[in-house]
């Protein structure tokens, strides 16, 4: 390979213009997801975790965790209950805009922006799922997620009187959302190689021994095959990842057994939102021409009007 060859390749790989119909999906997903934390997970609790009079005070957390430095916190802004509950029905209509694709630019800085100085305010209420959801709606921010299956498109057909074209645009945002997982894959599996339970394949036997974790009791994880078995699933899983997901032809093989590996994950063990947080980025892998074609499909099916069946006189 040459050097202008190669030159080429990268600049068509980062630039080269998509359509929008994998980030569309995934913003929907992700809305979902970040919907589930801030109704679900923190709810009428958000007042206990944030409010004046939080379980950790801001002071603790700025001395201890931000070591008096400054760090972006916009729940600061907000000196009473009040205001910090009236910013939290903010964050959540903003989740909602963001999922249904209504304003969708402002509404993801919106979010994305409330996820840091929540995540900043009080870093003891969050997780590994937290964590890659707000990485994942930094990144969706420069996405032109809005362009597809969105109130802000439906508005702008309206105005114009007719259906519009799906504009593709520079690759750019959506390789950084697959770099990124695909550089996560990495890290989890270059810090399992680096140990002898995954390789010996006793590390989910280990793993489904912490019962405060574990969602059912199945004695099938009592079997050391088993386990060994699920250990190197993983171990190949997590490798190809980052490396045969690159690769068009085995793409949804691997994107399906990576599917299968988090449900059973989250079968098994309570993490959250952290699975279904990885299944679903995952569809911004998938080709935008075959989102594409599912979604008609599925309009077909839903347009098309059932035959009447005729019954033959008596």
């Not at 009473?80 to 963001?98: E, H, Q, T």
């Not at 299956?149 to 105005?159: C, G, M, N, P, V």
């Not at 590390?203 to 099938?220: C, G, K």
Request: with cysteine; aromatic share 14%.
């Amino acid at each position: 390979m040459t050097w202008r060859s190669f030159w080429n390749a990268w600049r068509n790989f980062w630039f080269c213009p998509v359509t929008a119909e994998p980030m569309a999906v995934f913003r929907i997903l992700l809305g979902l997801l970040i919907l589930q934390i801030l109704i679900i997970s923190i709810g009428g609790d958000f007042l206990d975790w944030y409010g004046t009079h939080a379980i950790v005070q801001n002071e603790t957390v700025r001395t201890h965790y931000w070591n008096l430095q400054p760090r972006f916190d916009l729940l600061l802004l907000f000196p009473s209950d009040d205001g910090l509950r009236l910013y939290y029905y903010s964050i959540v209509a903003a989740a909602i805009f963001m999922t249904v694709g209504f304003c969708t630019r402002i509404s993801c800085i919106y979010v994305a922006l409330a996820l840091i100085s929540m995540h900043h305010h009080d870093p003891f209420n969050i997780n590994g799922g937290d964590a890659f959801v707000r990485l994942m709606s930094m990144y969706i921010c420069f996405a032109p997620c809005g362009d597809c299956f969105s109130l802000d498109r439906l508005i702008a057909e309206r105005r114009a009187g007719h259906k519009l074209p799906v504009v593709a645009k520079s690759a750019w945002p959506l390789r950084l959302i697959q770099m990124q997982i695909a550089i996560v894959y990495f890290h989890t599996f270059v810090c399992k190689v680096n140990g002898t339970q995954w390789w010996d394949g006793t590390a989910v036997y280990f793993a489904t021994r912490l019962e405060d974790l574990m969602r059912l009791r199945m004695p099938l994880f009592d079997s050391l095959l088993f386990c060994q078995l699920l250990s190197w699933y993983t171990l190949l899983v997590e490798g190809a990842m980052f490396t045969l997901v690159w690769i068009k032809e085995l793409r949804y093989f691997v994107l399906a057994s990576a599917v299968i590996l988090h449900l059973g994950i989250d079968f098994a063990i309570n993490l959250p939102v952290f699975e279904w947080a990885f299944i679903s980025a995952l569809i911004v892998f998938v080709e935008p021409d075959d989102i594409r074609k599912l979604h008609e499909r599925v309009l077909q099916k839903l347009t098309t009007k059932p035959a009447h069946i005729k019954t033959p006189a008596a």
